[in-house]
């Protein structure tokens, strides 16, 4: 298994353009999230999903958007990028059943200037 | 909503003494609490995990305790070798169904040879 896999690694982007931060797992997991960390800080979560077609709002979602179309995908969207964005980017998965620990991706690394 | 307090934020010992991680959580009905280890450049990878329903939890040399009155939880770490140098990350568990996890803001603990 490759487990959760982020693409791409790093990405530089100008203000007001838009990218879509990728993640797909391979564990069947219907439990998946995605977080930003800043340098020095934890992770925040951003948006989470309990499976193919739900998503929700975590503590920092403004500025980003994603879909669940799939159990396996679970894109992040960035529409206008903003220099607060810039930050490390992590997707995680758990599988169903009362707080299973989470496998995370090795994250998608965003500046932009 | 959550909050979860970590100390220290950095943190030396000798190669071969103790560490000691604390972090506090202010939801009482939080009942899952994981630590993760994240090297330098690289994803958070749980090590030890524990619920609510127990009090200490040993796998080698880490260990971790639970005090739900007080509502504090902390990581033990013994006999300290190079490779343990990391940031860890205390979390806990948000809502019991949908296991959002807060994070707290990481301890950067560096084994001295």
């Known amino acids: 298994n490759a487990g959760v896999t982020q693409t791409p690694k790093f990405r530089i982007l100008k203000i007001g353009q838009s990218m879509t931060l990728q993640c797909t797992q391979d564990m069947n997991h219907n439990y998946m999230y995605w977080y930003r960390q800043d340098p020095g800080m934890g992770l925040k979560l951003i948006y989470y999903?309990?499976?193919?077609?739900?998503?929700d709002k975590g503590e920092v979602p403004n500025g980003y958007n994603v879909s669940r179309s799939t159990t396996e995908d679970f894109p992040l969207r960035l529409e206008l990028a903003a220099p607060s964005q810039t930050s490390v980017y992590f997707c995680?998965?758990?599988?169903?059943?009362?707080?299973?620990?989470?496998?995370f991706g090795d994250g998608t690394r965003l500046s932009i200037l | 909503g959550e909050n979860v307090e970590q100390h220290p934020s950095t943190l030396s010992v000798q190669e071969g003494d103790s560490a000691v991680i604390k972090c506090t959580y202010s939801d009482s009905a939080s009942n899952y609490f994981p630590w993760y280890k994240q090297e330098l450049g690289k994803r958070p990878q749980l090590i030890i995990d524990?619920?609510?329903?127990?009090g200490e939890k040993k796998d080698q040399r880490i260990a971790v305790t639970l005090n739900k009155t007080a509502k504090h939880f902390s990581l033990h770490i013994t006999e300290t070798q190079p490779e343990d140098s990391a940031v860890y990350f205390c979390?806990?568990?948000?809502?019991?169904?949908?296991?959002?996890?807060?994070f707290g803001t990481g301890t950067r603990l560096t084994i001295i040879p």
């Open positions: 979390a806990a568990s948000d809502d019991f169904g949908n296991e959002k996890l807060t």
């Open positions: 524990i619920r609510s329903n127990v």
């Open positions: 999903s309990v499976g193919a077609g739900i998503t």
């Open positions: 995680a998965s758990e599988r169903e059943g009362g707080n299973q620990p989470q496998h």
